[in-house]
């Protein structure tokens, strides 16, 4: 029987958040003794001197996708447990959006592969909406719902988005969450805008929790109506922090990170949060019980989350907890530069059926030339909230004159280019064109730009790659291959964003004003993200779950 014993530990106990000076031993990947003071050794075995250090459970992730981060499981799981990260509920909709159901498996099965210890969410809302708002490429029901759940290791039901739909008491959602129910699984929400009477239809339905941004009134009534609030980056603000603060109770306070770009994921992960949410003032050890104690008791994982007897041990140590870089990690008492992470092989047939496009494609869609009132979609530069404006424009061989883009959506598995083009203000593009198969959540072909010909060459290579992001502005080609899907690369994570990160200083280098231009891009065309979007069938009222056309009435 492997042991070891680990001696001069600072341990860090998350559920009376207490810090004591002791040791604990570790037989069989668990946690044995878990003790303050020194211990005496009596037997040959492995000693481990942590000199001092603090030793922090193991970070969960109780809400992310990691198609965002653009590598497969493996690659993920090499990056995030690094940062402390040891296990994850991840949610696949991006992929189950172009496989269906078997995009969904395919993510959960090389997932299961990795000592990073993955659960699974089975995408809810395949397509994103069930009111026609774009054409959708793939679709998951109640009867595909009944498959996956019986996969191992899957603990819920995907975030359900589409929550104008289970609101109206949509037969096929309400199925789905019956199936959920039926095998005793979490039903993981997203409700931006809910409250009232429709948040309790919501809840009422079996959802229990959201991630959305958030502020203190809206935390307020989630809580006193009993779910588990989730904090993601954008909502670690100063008023959030202290209302939190102020909770006698915060055992339903996760800090969860949704959506990982690899720049960042290169950085850190949940430990990154942890860093800002105690700069923004959360009391250090509470911040932590949220990434760890917390995420284990909502994702009943009896055996995380805690550093305790008979728990897996999943650990890492670090000097500073206010900053806390791990400097080593250990999943199931083995340091993680010891352990393997297999890749599991993809065959699908090809995801994009689009043959080739042309000039024509990227002009605005029933706007003729001259001045008109047209609707535009307003961005701003910090989020994905995005309004419409009804404005008198200029309109000139399909473009309009003064800050605006393009934005045109595709349907990827039409054989001709089929689609619409309509106008985004604010954005600050002032040259070149964009382009990505990567464009949340049903993931149709993205085209963002001032001039057809830079357009055409940068959809036209998107095409030749079967599937990636591109931007080329006349110069300078730009380009990285996604060739899982269109979705996630099979290269790894240092050269995926080195090669994004080109792309999104070169959009910033042509003027786009935005803080992160590929997030807010990727979520140009979500049709479930407040307030307004494209997709291949117009613009989209997100709240009234209608299509827009391009000329004002």
Known sequence: MERKIFVNARIVDVITQSIFNGWFSVKNGRFEFVEEGEVKVNEPVEIVDLKGLYCVPGLIDAHMHVESSLVTCSEFAKAALKHGTVAVLQDPHEMANVFGKDGAR???EEGSLQPLKFYGAIPSCVPPTRFNLETPNASIDHEDVEELAKMENVLAIGEVMDYPALVQNNEEILKIIEVGLKHNLLIEGHCPTLSGEQLSEYILSGVGSDHTLTDPKKMLEQLRKAMFVMI????????????????????????????????????????FLLS???????????????????????LRLKDL????????????????LSQPKPLKVFVDGIETDRLD??????????????????EKDFKLT???????????????????????????IVVHDGFAQGDFVNVAVFHRKSSKPRGH?????????????????????????????????HMKVAANELLNMNGGIVFYDGSILLKLPLEIGGIVSERNLTEVASNLRQIE?????????HTKPFLFLSVLSLTLSPKFKFSDLGIVDVESAKLLSNLAV
């Open 505 to 513: 200083e070169r959009l910033k280098f042509n003027g786009a004003k």
């Open 106 to 108: 395919f993510m959960f």
């Open 421 to 453: 083009v309509g106008l985004l203000k604010g954005f600050g593009l002032q040259r070149g064109a964009f382009a990505s198969s990567f464009a949340h959540d049903t993931h149709n072909i993205l085209v963002v730009g001032r001039c057809a010909e």
């Open 276 to 298: 800002k949410a105690i700069e923004c003032g959360w009391p250090t050890l509470d911040a932590i019980a949220s990434a760890t104690i917390r995420p284990a008791s909502y």
């Open 305 to 320: 989350g805690a550093i305790a007897p008979g728990k897996k041990a999943c650990f890492f140590v670090c000097e500073d």
């Open 366 to 392: 029933n706007v003729p030339d001259g001045v008109r009132k047209v609707r535009v979609v307003v961005a701003n530069p910090q989020d994905s909230f995005t309004e419409l404006a009804e404005e008198t």
């Open 232 to 271: 993601q980056e954008k909502s670690i603000k100063p008023e959030n922090i202290e209302f939190v603060k102020r909770l006698p109770d915060r055992s339903r306070i996760l800090l969860v990170t949704d959506d990982v770009p690899p720049s960042r994921l290169i950085e850190g992960h949940l430990n």
């Open 341 to 358: 992470f297999p890749k599991l092989t993809f065959s699908f047939p090809p995801p994009i059926l689009v043959r080739s496009f042309n």
